[in-house]
């Protein structure tokens, strides 16, 4: 996989001042390993792609927590595939707006595993993959994600 600064060059985009925030539906998701369903309107032509991304678990309720305490709300991490339809996240079909291109159903598979943070003492010091087909295809180092 590409990180951030690798994806904006390959897209031509400027590297934005601030993330960009999105959001994954709930039926988005599904379990490693489950097959990830193409909707047909991103399937002719073929436009969905993937990255590995870490997902952070947030163990309960929070809102507005200081930096100094964020981490007391993390349960732990696991590994998702962000897969997205880029058609949907451009601004002809999708508005420009993310969300649509990245929440149709299937398109979050997490895991296979949940790391609980007390076993990861450092979130930015992680190796990440992903599998198509069988094939590990997607790799980083969370440092650059």
């Known amino acids: 996989t590409q990180s951030t600064w690798e994806h904006a060059s ?6 934005p001042r601030y993330p960009v925030v999105f959001m994954k539906a709930p039926s988005a998701i599904i379990g490693a390993g489950h ?4 909707p047909a ?13 870490l997902a952070v678990i947030i163990g309960r309720k929070c809102r507005n927590v200081p930096v100094s305490e964020a981490l007391d ?3 732990g991490y696991t590994v998702a595939n962000d897969v997205s339809a ?4 451009g601004r002809e079909q999708g508005g420009g ?14 895991g296979p595993v949940l790391a609980l943070r007390a076993a990861i003492p450092d979130p930015q ?8 087909n069988g094939k590990k295809k997607c790799k980083t180092l969370t440092l650059l994600i």
């Open 10 to 15: 390959e897209m031509k985009l400027e590297l």
């Open 35 to 38: 097959p990830i369903r193409i």
């Open 41 to 53: 309107c991103a399937s002719d032509p073929p436009e969905v792609d993937y990255e590995v991304e």
């Open 73 to 75: 709300y993390v349960l």
């Open 86 to 89: 880029r058609a949907w996240q």
């Open 97 to 110: 707006q993310w969300c649509r291109a990245k929440s149709f159903d299937t398109f979050l598979p997490l």
């Open 125 to 132: 010091a992680l190796r990440l993959s992903t599998v198509l």
